[in-house]
């Protein structure tokens, strides 16, 4: 068996610390690039049928410059067989990959195919969709466990349908299968696997010459925005002015004290003038001149 897993390279941006806000206050030691985690769960996958299945072969299908290189032969030495690139210039919208990928596909002759649900970075999750739409094949989303039947023209999948739903489905073969992050997790390739994978030559596609109508026109790309800071409410029993400080301070307001030093006596007598000045002594005082 011939399995092909997409694995798509993400630009990942961890930190803020530019201080221009034209480059959205970024600078280049805030990124990583990386592969995308559901894609490294759906080559998890692949793995396990391939401890299972002696003859099955995985094949990794990936788009674009390689700037995740070091990452991709990770992927490699933690058990895939070949590693394809694909070139392609400019843009590329989910039409025009699933575009791309399709004719690779065809060329390798794959028996099934693994992508992750969606992507860490646009998170649109329409490749895998898309994909299956132009190879003819069944789709079956959001899968967590993947299994081969006796025979090998068809799986068996476990999917989460959302609200802590599960649901087993039989699905014939050739299919594509898009991949969710479960408590599995992604195994770690040895030293020794990872020096090799590092001579690997890598195999490339080119299609140059053909050419895909976009079907999504992107008007205009950033970067992720940072996460708001979760804010509790102010206590509704404060005036307006110590609500709005707890707004500004994130409901942090800085506690301010006294240090006592001195004997004893000395401290004991600050702490009864403190009592009275905030009025916790007033009753006492009236009750003793009576």
């Known amino acids: 068996m011939k399995i092909i897993v997409c694995v798509k390279q993400i630009c990942h941006t961890y930190a803020r610390t530019g201080q221009n806000p034209e480059r959205h206050f970024l600078e280049p030691t805030d990124k990583i690039y990386r592969i995308n985690p559901h894609d490294e769960m759906a080559l998890e996958l692949a793995?396990?049928?391939?401890?299972?299945?002696?003859?099955?072969?995985?094949?990794?299908?990936?788009?674009?410059?390689?700037?995740?290189?070091?990452?991709?032969?990770?992927?490699?030495?933690m058990g895939a067989d070949h590693l394809y690139g694909i070139k392609c210039i400019g843009r590329l919208d989910p039409w025009e990959k699933s575009a791309v990928l399709a004719k690779s596909i065809r060329q390798l002759a794959a028996d099934m195919v693994l992508c992750g649900k969606e992507s860490l970075d646009s998170q649109n999750g329409q490749v895998g969709a898309f994909l299956a739409h132009r190879l003819k094949v069944p789709l079956v989303s959001a899968i967590t466990v993947l299994q081969i039947l006796e025979g090998g023209s068809a799986a068996e999948v476990q999917r989460r349908c959302g609200r802590g739903t599960r649901e087993v489905i039989q699905c014939p073969l050739p299919a594509v299968f898009t991949v969710e992050r479960g408590?599995?997790?992604?195994?770690?390739?040895?030293?020794a696997a990872y020096q090799s994978a590092l001579a690997y030559p890598i195999q490339e596609f080119t299609f140059a010459d053909e050419k895909t109508l976009p079907r999504l026109i992107p008007k205009n790309t950033y970067p992720p925005r940072p996460r708001p800071r979760k804010v509790p409410a102010p206590d509704s029993a404060q005036e307006a002015y110590y609500r709005i400080e707890q707004l500004l301070?994130?409901?942090?307001?800085?506690?301010?004290?006294?240090?006592?030093?001195?004997?004893?006596?000395n401290q004991v007598e600050g702490i009864l003038a403190f009592l009275e000045k905030h009025g916790f002594l007033e009753a006492k005082k009236q009750t003793g001149n009576e």
């Open 183 to 191: 408590p599995a997790v992604p195994r770690f390739p040895t030293h």
């Open 249 to 265: 301070t994130t409901s942090r307001v800085e506690k301010k004290g006294t240090v006592l030093t001195g004997s004893p006596e």
């Open 47 to 77: 793995l396990r049928l391939k401890d299972s299945h002696d003859d099955t072969k995985i094949i990794l299908l990936t788009l674009g410059p390689l700037i995740a290189e070091h990452e991709l032969r990770r992927c490699l030495a």
